[in-house]
């Protein structure tokens, strides 16, 4: 039998205040660990160029989304075992120190390991900070904190390429990486005084090491093959054929995690209806919002002219109405004890807000972009207050932190899986709009193909990258060929503008069906009043079941 403290947090003899800045600490450390994964984006080009680095590029942001991802149900199970407070200082720690030589890094390849070690560090920080506040308040007061979990998590992954940006053409890419020093010691700080030696020894004395290196070597190849599409076919041996051997690798971790003593990962969770849907809908939900949202700075940047910073206040509509969704959610839920028709209708919501940015074109207007940005921001923020207290007032106090850790992996594979089939989408589209843009906007047929995107002229040239595209045909031609295309250069960079934001509105299709299969799934949840869940929760404890 589980002691009291482990499911009511007011046996730990904090007070509200206390309750309130371990709070905080926590949500500074998320912030920083979901800017990390996008702040980096808009620097890079920088960085390869400093480190000379072309080689890895796409590495970069790769290894910090592998170890992040892998870690995360294993820093999960180490929390339920060992206690939160050892390892969530211990990943902070890490994450700082990893923060500080990436910024210090000479070569390409120590920036790739360094990135690498901040996301071995970051790894544990969502999944860890969300069971904190599992142990730490009741279930009818969860949902209005893990409200603040959502609206810090899409800020910080919208405000990412903005920050970077920013601070790259002001301080150096190198301060990237630097802020999160004294910000992430203010929370490493607060931790180590006030929270407390949280742990649950019953869900198992030893630590399943073959689970753990059969999920990391089933899900380093999947992740990798996944990276590589953006830049390769599916029958690629590096992309399908490393797919393929991850998701093989894969069902022989099932095999042994149905037979292990202490699995790392315990697949009897996924018996439990609620718990299974919520990681069902988290993982469409962040397959539909992360998989699209993710190019519309690209529109902003590439077709409206906007600067990087620019198109970070852009993106504000979206944040807000983001934030507000999630944090009155938390509140809803909290007051009324009822959310199935709340994610219901937030994920209806979000089908509608994606539906209608599959109008955007070139001459979109920016209001009305706002607006469509607005009732998707809406739609996706729920999501991440809801699903979470669902998964955690489905299980018994010992398995919050593996059940808590495995929602947020399949948010993390959600959002990789669409963001891949959506740069698919985009490409695939964008070869097929261009021509006919191009033809319209007056180019002649015998010019058309050289604009091919799949050509290795207009690879170089980089159609849709950001600055005075003219410019930048005129600089590639030889002499000769410049007084013969000069005379179309407007016609050329409106038919791309064009072909890109058509290209951009396609992506957001498969992100509605998502959306749709994400409502249809909630209305197989089973409500049960929050009051009910805790004293369910208190048994479960008591008897040692889910």
Known sequence: MSSPAAVDGANFHLSAREKLEILGAILLALFLFALDQTVVGTALPVIITDLHGEELYTWSVTIYLLTATISGPIYGKLSDLWGRRPIFIWALGLFVVASILAGLSQEMWQFVAFRGLQGLGGGAVFPIALAVVADLYPPEERAKYLAF??????????????????ITDNFGWQWIFFVNVPVALVSLVVCWRLLPPIRHPETGRNIDYLGATLFAAAIAPFLVGLTNKQTGAWTDPDVGGLILLGLAIGAVFVWWERRAADPIVHLQLFRNRSFTISVAGMFLAAFGFFGAVIFLPRWFQVV????????????????????????????????????????????????????????????????????????????????????????????????????????????????????????????????????????ANGMPQEFVSAFDPNSPAAQRLDLTGTGDLGARILASLPDQLKPVVEPFIAGIVQAVHEAFALAIASTFWISIGAALIAAVLTLLLRERPMSVLMNEEVEAAAEGRL
């Open 304 to 439: 409206a002219g906007s600067s990087a910073t620019e198109s970070g206040y852009n993106l504000l509509p979206l944040i807000v109405a983001l934030i507000v969704s999630a944090t009155l959610s938390g509140q809803i839920v909290a007051r009324t004890g009822h959310y199935k028709a709340l994610i219901f209708g937030s994920m209806l919501f979000l089908a509608a807000g994606l539906y209608l940015l599959t109008n955007l074109r070139a001459d979109t207007s920016f209001p009305t972009l706002w607006l469509w940005m607005v009732v998707t921001g809406l739609g996706i923020g729920p999501s991440f207050a809801v699903f979470t207290v669902v998964v955690q007032n489905s299980v018994a106090p010992k398995f919050v932190g593996i059940a808590t850790a495995s929602l947020t992996f399949f948010q993390q594979i959600g959002g990789t899986i669409g963001l891949t089939i959506a740069g698919t989408l985009l490409a695939d589209s964008l070869t097929r709009e261009l021509p006919a843009r191009l033809l």
């Open 149 to 166: 979990f959502g609206a810090v998590f899409g800020l910080s992954s919208l405000l990412g390429p903005g920050i970077g940006g920013l």
